[in-house]
Nanobody, 116 residues
Framework: QVQLVESGGNLVQAGGSLRLSCVAS???????MGWYRQAPGKQREFVAH???????NYADSVKGRFTISRDNAKNTVYLQMNSLKPEDTAVYYC???????????WGQGTQVTVSS
C-alpha cells in the first residue's frame, strides 16, 4: 500500500503560479506518476504524466504552462503551474500507476482556485 499526500493548492489570481507537491509514503523509483484534476460537475481528467524514466506528457490544455517533475530521493512529484486560468480551477489529484504490479493509488487531492 502506498499513500500519496498532495499539497500546494491555493487561491491565486489569473496569470499567477502555483507548485503542487505529492509525497509518497514509499519509494517511487521507476514508478509512473501522474496528476489529474476534477472541476465541479465534471469528470476527472488527465493533466500530466511522468514515467519512471522521466518521460513526460501533458494534456493539450496545459501544454506549455504546466511542468511535471520528480525527485525520487524525496519520493516526491511536482506540478509547476504557470499562467493559470480560471478554467484550471479544480481539485488536483496525484496518481501512482504501475499496471504490471497492479498498483493504482490516489491521493486525497488539493484544491486549486484561480480567480479572474
Amino acid at each position: 500500500q502506498v499513500q500519496l499526500v498532495e499539497s500546494g493548492g491555493n487561491l491565486v489570481q489569473a496569470g499567477g503560479s502555483l507548485r503542487l507537491s505529492c509525497v509518497a509514503s514509499g519509494s517511487i523509483l521507476l514508478f509512473n506518476m501522474g496528476w489529474y484534476r476534477q472541476a465541479p460537475g465534471k469528470q476527472r481528467e488527465f493533466v500530466a504524466h511522468i514515467s519512471g524514466g522521466s518521460s513526460t506528457n501533458y494534456a493539450d490544455s496545459v501544454k506549455g504552462r504546466f511542468t511535471i517533475s520528480r525527485d525520487n530521493a524525496k519520493n516526491t512529484v511536482y506540478l509547476q503551474m504557470n499562467s493559470l486560468k480560471p478554467e484550471d480551477t479544480a481539485v488536483y489529484y496525484c496518481n501512482l500507476n504501475q499496471p504490471a504490479l497492479k498498483y493504482d493509488y490516489w491521493g486525497q487531492g488539493t484544491q486549486v482556485t484561480v480567480s479572474s
